[in-house]
């Protein structure tokens, strides 16, 4: 019976190791990006609203709402982040009725190319290493399931 018990506390124990692991690599990954982005000329919140910007889909308008959304900051902060980009010479601001639109300017849409090769670079190598955290992630999981 003791053996068992173990056992089940080692398939414990390898969930979180995969899951310790998997966000290990999260991390490294996005603090690579974070060094890619400062490389490039811009700090890293300043990438994440280029990216969200130039990521969202057609039918989606990039309003300060719509990105503090995919930033996950309240609004207020991403008017404030905005506002640094815009001094930056990173977007530019438009009115359509109530909204307030935000879209990337030349020096903008350059930087951002720069800072997304050196991810993509970067994603070339993480990405296999994430992947493989990932399935042992599932694996431990699907193998606590099964007892």
């Given at each position: ?30 603090h690579f ?11 890293p919140?300043?990438?994440?609203l ?5 990521g ?11 990105l ?10 991403t ?30 849409e350059r ?9 993509m ?5 993480a990405?296999?290493i ?8 599932i694996n431990?999981?699907?193998s606590?399931?099964?007892?």
């Open positions: 019976m003791k053996k068992r018990r173990n056992s089940q506390l080692g398939s414990q124990d390898s969930r979180y190791r995969a899951l310790a692991e998997f966000r290990y690599h999260i991390r490294e990954y996005l990006g974070d060094q890619a982005a400062k490389l490039a000329g811009l700090e919140k300043q990438y994440q280029l990216l969200a910007v130039k969202l889909p057609d039918d989606v308008s990039p309003t300060v709402s719509v503090a959304h995919h930033l996950r900051t309240r609004h207020h902060s008017v404030e982040l905005v506002n640094r980009a815009e001094r930056n010479g990173l977007v530019t601001r438009s009115r359509n009725g109530n909204f307030v639109l935000v879209q990337l300017t030349k020096k903008g930087i951002l190319e720069r800072a997304v090769d050196k991810r670079r970067q994603l070339r190598i990405g296999p994430l992947v493989k955290a990932l399935q042992q992630l431990s999981d699907e606590k399931s099964r007892t």
